[in-house]
């Protein structure tokens, strides 16, 4: 190990930023408001980090992770620390509006380009990498950092995203060659980095390598082994920490465990059991063990994990307590959570509550079982708790899947299905339709506050729904769509809205979490058996119904998308929670048909979202997937319609399992990729109706007429009249009225156009 380096015994790979109450989320709002100056941000980010810091250090941990603060975003912060900024926003000569415009654009400005980081609900800034891009050292923020750090007496160890995730994740701009390329170059910088951080005193640098945990690029192992032989072996260096998680490193930890790094973070919650490290070259190194879940909410079976610990000693040189991975996807702390139940409570660790358990855990390594037995003690009464609850136990439930399972969950022939409904709805070629929400107006807005103010009753909330639903009814009618929608005013979130109505699922008070940048969710957390106590839908939809002659669709959430946007229990296959909310999405498609709704949306936009990262398991997730989403729309009658939505994503490695969901229509995504999924949906042998986005919503621009049209004839190349729909790409709730009605009126006038030929 490197002079300089003791081993350190306790940490987390990373903390939240957004703030225990949001304060960051409001301070850069403010800031981009005009409400606030430089200096009011500045000194509330300041302020973050300080407690942040502090915290940690109070709860024991004796190595603090610093700069995985960021105003938006740890990949741009990266881009900016090596010097690959685009070149259009390098005209801005103020560093931190140059930094905002990279990440939210403004009037001449294109924004980076947002992804999903890895499979979290976490979304990054993708850097572009191209000709123009020439690596340079610019440390300014992580050297601030360190500085405010060491000053405060915490032991300060910098985490930065490591030279092969950021290009791994970066994309190619201009022409320039895959960025991967560019790996030996910019490695350069890293090692200049680390020269300066030695310099300025340091001694623990940890880079992150999550992307050596998949299968994205070929041949991570031996870039692996190159780039941290190269950085291992500089002579004026801090000790090095390469930190991997959300999976298993398999053939990448020998490879790294060959290099001269000091420490290697192992994700042993996602990643693999213990037994695995026989990697004999370990015998030097510090292993800093994920053995605390650091992106689900569940308290951590310390006798398990202490177990994992010791396991570990026999063949590492020494072994530090850590979370698996940043503590930034979980919420701050179970503190104002006043109405979890006890039981409940006693089930669940969020960010706070996981730096306890890691330095317990660090006692108990250190001084053995009996220093910490009062808290295994509590631990095993969770785990016994939970374990014993009646509510992670329905079997009425179990036996209706087993037996729906069993008997195939299986409609008719597609194209009879096609028939009977083409019977039944008598729709025109080429229906238009839209994705289910409309604007989400102020009065909306406002009667959701006076509900949860208590300033109306349930009654009156209702009543404005409703007029809400009669509003959007009576303009779809003037536009003359032929599918009408009821908007979705009562829905604050397609997800949450159902969880605060299905038995199995708890919606905290406070548990923020940050999505991106300055915005933050609240994902439901599934802890039981999930059931449908009554019906969730079919009172707002009967009433659309009853105010027009065209058909309204029934719109649900599909359960895939329902398990992504949740934190979802640990203790069974992701498939058979996957299968208890189908069969709760299931009861409700069955109501909605009695009531007379003849078309049934269920959206699976995030379908891609759950792929896992390593290719040998995904046909199995992709299996399960479909087979939640038949099990979901298979209870009703083949003259019941059933569509479904996707969108945010590349379809491509889950285009197979599109066709298998065998919706009698699909609305996807396509204004941008310029329908060639349509192109990809016809290799898939998909033969069901469909209807690709035909202008992007996420524009405020206002398509024209002629545009629609030809987006519709390029359609049309690939997709026969009798199957082709008209749709926008996504639901219109985040779009004003009048750029809503504007579009639509040209989307119906286009549909007219082609069908008339
Ligand atoms: N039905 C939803 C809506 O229109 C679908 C949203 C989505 O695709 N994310 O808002
Ligand atoms: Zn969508």
């Not at 192109?679 to 524009?699: C, K, M, R, T, W």
Request: one cysteine or more; proline letters at 5%.
């Amino acid at each position: 190990m490197s002079t300089t380096a003791t081993p350190f015994t306790a940490t987390v790979l990373g903390s939240p930023r957004i703030g225990p109450n949001r304060e960051l989320k409001r301070a850069v709002e403010n800031y981009w408001a005009g409400r606030t100056d430089r200096a009011g941000l500045e000194s509330i980010a300041a302020q973050l980090r300080r407690e942040t810091w502090q915290t940690l250090a109070a709860a024991g941990l004796d190595s603090i992770p610093v700069n995985t603060f960021s105003y938006y975003d740890q990949m741009l912060d990266t881009a900016v620390l090596v010097g690959a900024l685009p070149p259009r926003v390098c005209s801005i000569a103020d560093e931190l509006d140059r930094y905002f415009a990279a990440a939210r654009g403004d009037d001449e400005t294109a924004p980076l380009e947002m992804t999903k980081w890895f499979d979290t609900n976490y979304h990054y800034l993708v850097p572009e990498i191209g000709p123009h891009t020439t690596f340079a050292l610019n440390p300014a923020k992580v050297l601030g950092e360190v500085e405010e750090a060491v000053t405060l007496g915490i032991p300060a160890r910098p985490v930065i995203v490591g030279p092969i995730t950021f290009l791994a994740l970066a994309k190619a701009v201009d022409g320039g060659g895959t960025p991967i390329d560019r790996l030996d170059e910019l490695v350069g910088v890293y090692a200049e980095l680390l020269d300066v951080l030695a310099a300025r005193g340091v001694r623990w640098v940890q880079f992150d390598e999550p992307v050596l945990v998949t299968d994205f690029l070929g041949n991570a192992p031996e870039l692996a082994e190159r780039v941290y032989g190269r950085l291992g072996a500089l002579g004026h260096r801090p000790a090095l920490f390469v930190a991997t998680y959300f999976g298993a490193l398999a053939d990448a930890l020998p490879a790294l465990a060959r290099t001269p790094v000091d420490a290697i973070g192992i994700d042993l919650v996602a990643g693999d059991s213990p037994a695995f490290v026989s990697v004999p070259e370990l015998a030097d190194k510090l292993v800093v063990a994920g053995v605390v879940d650091g992106r689900n909410v569940w308290r951590t079976d310390l006798a398990g994990a202490l177990g994992k610990l010791t396991g570990l000693l026999g063949s590492a040189g020494a072994v530090a307590v850590s979370t698996s991975c940043s503590t930034l996807h979980v919420p701050y702390t179970l503190d104002g959570e006043v109405e979890l139940d006890a039981a409940l409570r006693s089930w669940l660790a969020f960010g706070a509550e996981k730096v306890t358990e890691v330095a317990a855990l660090a006692r108990g390594l250190k001084d053995g079982r009996e220093a910490i037995s009062a808290e295994i003690a509590d631990s095993d009464a969770a785990v016994a708790s939970r374990k014993a609850d009646s509510r992670l136990r329905n079997g009425r439930i179990r036996a209706r899947i087993t037996s729906i399972v069993g008997s195939g969950a299986k409609r008719g022939p597609a194209a009879a299905r096609r028939a009977v409904q083409a019977e039944r709805l008598k729709l025109p070629a080429l229906p238009t339709t839209t994705i289910g929400s409309y604007p989400q107006t102020t009065a909306i807005r406002v009667a959701r506050a006076d509900l949860r103010a208590g300033r109306i009753d349930a009654a009156e909330y209702e009543r404005r729904m409703k007029a809400e639903i009669a509003d959007v009814i009576a303009l779809q009618e003037r536009l003359g769509l032929d599918v009408l929608v009821h908007g979705e005013p009562e829905r604050n979130d397609m997800v949450q809205y159902f969880a605060e109505q299905l038995d199995g699922f708890f919606a905290t008070q406070n548990g923020w979490v940050q999505s991106y940048g300055s915005r933050c969710v609240r994902p439901p957390i599934l802890y039981g058996d999930v059931s449908r106590p009554e019906p969730m839908t079919v009172e707002w939809i009967s009433y659309a119904q009853s105010l027009t002659d065209k058909p309204v669709k029934g719109m649900l959430t599909g359960p895939v998308t329902i398990l992504a946007w949740s934190f979802v229990r640990d203790d069974q296959p992701l498939a058979d929670t996957a299968f208890q909310v189908a069969l709760a999405i299931r009861d409700e498609t069955v109501d909605l048909e009695s009531a007379g709704i003849a078309i049934i949306q269920v959206d699976e936009p995030a379908l891609r979202e759950l792929l896992p990262l390593r290719t040998k398991d995904k046909d199995a997730y992709l299996r399960w997937a479909v087979e939640a989403f038949r099990l979901a729309t298979s209870g009703v009658a083949d003259t019941t319609q059933i569509h479904t939505h996707l969108c945010y994503s590349e379809f491509g490695e889950v285009i197979g399992a599109i066709a298998d969901l065998d919706a009698d229509v699909t609305s996807i995504e396509a204004a941008r990729s310029h329908m060639e999924v349509l192109g990809d949906l016809n290799q898939a042998g998909f033969a069901n109706s469909v209807g690709p986005g035909v202008y992007d919503i996420h524009s405020p621009r206002v398509p024209g007429v002629d545009e629609i049209a030809a987006s519709l004839r390029e359609a049309l190349r690939a997709v026969p009249a009798e199957r082709l729909w008209v749709n926008p790409d996504c639901g219109l709730k985040t779009r004003s009225t009048d750029e809503v009605t504007a579009s639509l009126q040209h989307l119906v006038a286009a549909a007219a156009e082609v069908r008339a030929g």
